[in-house]
């Protein structure tokens, strides 16, 4: 008589968990709708409303304003000027540098610990890497603001103490373990039977791990490379400490740069509420995420077709 | 011993964790000739293969004593050039495992490796190497298509196709036809016989019929131990031991 009570029991526990872990897989679809749905609203005046666009608008935020200083962004100066440009460019050299820097490392780093080294060195590496990934950020941006600044200084022989190419080496510190652990994952996931095909045709181990091994972990290297670039390009703490937080519309790694994300950090907490500059934060806010969501999905797209090529029509 | 053609297999032995998969194995392999080496799970068969052409190295903790020499020469050395001993003797796994290539690039690789590029050439390789496999009518028209679009019995066979693109002097394989259909099985077993023309054969299989089918030479492999080595209508019709008879007429493993 008990066992068909403790059945529904059972399969009402069955249901109930499997209802929560449903809830808990698309909470977290809700809570990026929502913040979406938040951010954009706040930055949505510098397109609808006119007290908002007479001060800043899309042209004001992208297009050259006056001869002398076409970009600026100074937007507590006595005529607030908005122009976004010099940021995305800071933004983009900085993450530039950071990835220059990192990937390569990491990726050689990866493809050492998974083809190459004996177990017992891969179990000292991979941790002391991985635990570069636990260092908090503030952290890093102290070390590059306080220690590495005079050092890069001093090595590329540069004017300014802090710079793009400081900030974006210190940037590369915090992406080196994002890429190297996910880049690690994918070369030890392919499947042995490759390697020691390609050994019994013959090939050293170094020829294993560049022809087979490596295209054979490209879409999920491809991944690791993404994660490491959205790392970098939202990353905050570290540029607004190292990079000298100088809004210039220039290229040049050597002159200090004004990120996206810094900037919002930094002015953010003193901005007038429902102001244009607070509008124009918000409006930075949105276009970051619309950056790194449509980045995230070209590479997903990306890598879904490599994954096609690579293992035939399944 | 130096001079002789084909594989020399003398008292080889192999212990991992103090437990010995091989002991003493002493075999032998002429050119134009299928060696079958039948025997249960866990006699030593695949390891005795992976010891011949080197890719035992990849196992940690292997202790190999013995001697192996191919035409004469010693290929156990630690001096031994093991690409070359590689390419020499070739061999073809148990499941099939083509590389995440086009069928072309999965066939090129080992000529690629080893320094031949021009695609004439590879082209002319792979028409011959197709043939002898059987598989040249199947995939002649769709040589770069994903390897992995081809069934697996057309995979095993582009396997042993890519194989034979090295030329090599020894063929090894381990049962090969394990998880193929009779068809596909067939097909190989008789590329298998045309291809003993060229070289030495050593075929590793669980199916005690085939090695009675193709094989010239077949040795029995127990728990290490070589139980008996014969030509294969001695050892199937009158077989020296019982342990022999009792395998090959089903009566365990």
């Not at chain 1, 590059?144 to 590329?156: G, H, K, P, R, T």
């Not at chain 2, 799970?41 to 196992?59: E, H, Q, V, W």
């Not at chain 2, 059987?134 to 002649?140: G, P, Q, S």
């Not at chain 2, 582009?158 to 020894?170: G, K, N, S």
Request: glycine share 8%; net charge neutral; charged share 20%.
């Amino acid at each position: 008589m008990n066992r068909p009570k403790t059945m529904t029991r059972s399969r009402f526990a069955e249901g109930a968990v499997e209802w929560l872990i449903r809830a808990s897989a698309f909470s977290a679809i809700v809570g990026l709708f929502l913040i979406f749905i938040f951010i954009g609203k706040e930055a949505l005046p510098i397109l609808t409303s006119p007290d908002v666009r007479k001060e800043a608008n899309i042209s004001k935020l992208f297009l050259p304003q006056d001869q002398a200083h076409p970009y600026s962004w100074q937007p507590v100066s006595e005529i607030p000027k908005y122009s976004i440009l010099p940021l995305f460019v800071g933004t983009l050299k900085m993450t530039l540098v950071a990835v220059l820097f990192a990937i390569p490392l990491a990726l050689g780093a990866a493809l050492f610990t998974s083809e190459f080294s004996p177990g017992w060195l891969k179990e000292f590496i991979k941790p002391i890497i991985e635990l570069l990934a636990g260092i908090p950020s503030v952290v890093l941006g102290f070390f590059a603001l306080m220690v590495m600044a005079s050092y890069v200084q001093e090595l590329f022989g540069i004017v300014y103490r802090l710079n793009a190419i400081n900030a974006g080496i210190a940037l590369g510190l915090a992406v080196i373990p994002i890429v190297y652990t996910v880049a690690d994952d994918a070369l030890t996931s392919v499947p042995k039977s490759y390697r020691e095909a390609s050994m019994a045709m013959g090939a050293s181990p170094w020829q294993t791990a560049w022809r087979v091994v490596f295209p054979a972990a490209l879409p999920g290297i491809l991944a690791a490379c993404v994660l490491g670039f959205g790392r970098a390009i939202g990353e905050t703490m570290i540029v607004l400490m190292a990079s000298g937080n100088a809004a210039i519309m220039s290229w040049n790694l050597a002159k200090p740069a004004r990120s996206l994300s810094a900037t919002i950090a930094a002015e953010l907490g003193e901005v007038v509420v429902g102001s244009a500059h607070y509008h124009v934060l918000f409006f930075i806010g949105i276009s970051l995420f619309i950056f790194t969501f449509v980045l995230n999905m070209f590479a997903h797209w990306f890598v879904a077709r490599l994954q096609k090529k690579v293992l035939g029509t399944i | 011993m130096t001079g002789q053609k084909g594989l020399q297999i003398e008292e080889l032995s192999i212990r991992a964790d103090g437990r010995d998969l091989l002991r003493s194995v002493s075999l032998e392999v002429r050119p134009g000739e299928i060696l079958g080496i039948i025997g249960p799970a866990g006699s030593g068969k695949t390891t005795l293969l992976r010891c011949l052409n080197r890719l035992a190295d990849l196992d940690e903790g292997l202790r190999i004593s013995g001697r192996v020499f191919l035409n004469g020469a010693s290929i156990l050395g630690r001096d031994a050039d093991v690409v070359g001993i590689r390419r020499k003797i070739g061999l073809v796994f148990p499941v099939p495992t083509p590389l995440p290539l086009s069928i072309f690039d999965n066939l090129a690789f080992g000529p690629r490796i080893g320094g031949i590029t021009a695609v004439e050439e590879l082209r002319r390789m792979m028409e011959s190497s197709l043939k002898s496999a059987y598989l040249w009518e199947e995939v002649n028209d769709r040589l770069n298509e994903p390897a992995a679009n081809l069934s697996g019995g057309q995979q095993q066979r582009l396997c042993l196709a890519r194989t034979l693109m090295l030329e090599p002097e020894i063929l090894l394989l381990d049962e090969p036809c394990s998880g193929l259909d009779p068809i596909s099985t067939a097909q190989i077993e008789e590329a298998l016989k045309v291809l003993r023309k060229d070289m030495a054969i050593v075929l590793v299989t669980n199916n005690v019929k085939q090695a009675s089918r193709v094989a010239d030479k077949t040795a029995f492999l127990l728990l290490g131990e070589l139980v008996e080595f014969a030509p294969t209508r001695e050892l199937f019709t009158t077989p020296r031991d019982k342990r022999t008879e009792d395998y090959i007429t089903g009566r365990f493993g």
